[in-house]
């Protein structure tokens, strides 16, 4: 497992970080394709990830960055959508929340439903003047959430050298 510091708050299992929000699509979510606009999909992951980051570090989180989504089914009106949620990752003051999202196609529920879209955002703890505050650390359970954990330490160094690129190619 990996090591926190011992200042850090005590942490909590993955599990315990879980979240799944569900509802159905309606008339009102389409786009001019007629399937469930990608914004409507964004702001349901990141719904279900801000609920996931409050819940594990015990506090407001706000999003600081969505890292990556992939849509890889279009969401129809109709569709049960379900969007999974936990965190992955954890740093000081900020966590990475991986979101998982499925569909019940409404016209073959009995089929197992169809992964729609993935997702990795990054949230940061506030505390009430909206300043980062420590978050507790995330404790892996089982070997896929160990596999998640490496795969979000990947995610993080690829974004900071990003930054740092960026940053350089600017001052020239």
Avoid at 41 to 70: P, W
Avoid at 84 to 106: K, L
């Amino acid at each position: 497992m990996t090591e926190h510091p011992s200042s850090a708050p005590a942490g909590k299992p993955t599990s315990y970080s879980r979240v799944t929000l569900s509802r159905i699509m309606t008339a009102v979510d389409v786009n001019l394709y007629g399937t469930v606009h990608g914004g409507v999909l964004m702001k349901f992951v990141d719904d279900v990830a801000g609920a996931s980051a409050a819940r594990h570090s015990g506090g407001t989180a706000v999003t600081a960055a969505i890292d990556e989504i992939v849509f890889s089914e279009a969401v129809r009106v109709g569709d049960l959508v379900h969007a999974h949620a936990q965190v992955n990752w954890t740093g000081q003051t900020s966590m990475e929340v991986g979101v998982r999202v499925v569909a019940e196609r409404w016209d073959s529920a009995e089929d197992e439903p169809v992964r729609v879209a993935t997702a990795y955002l990054v949230f940061v703890g506030v505390d009430l003047g909206g300043a980062p505050r420590p978050v507790r650390p995330v404790l892996p359970e089982t070997p896929e959430d160990e596999r998640r954990y490496r795969e979000a330490e990947i995610r993080r160094a690829h974004r900071l050298a990003r930054r740092r690129a960026i940053q350089a190619h600017r001052a020239g």
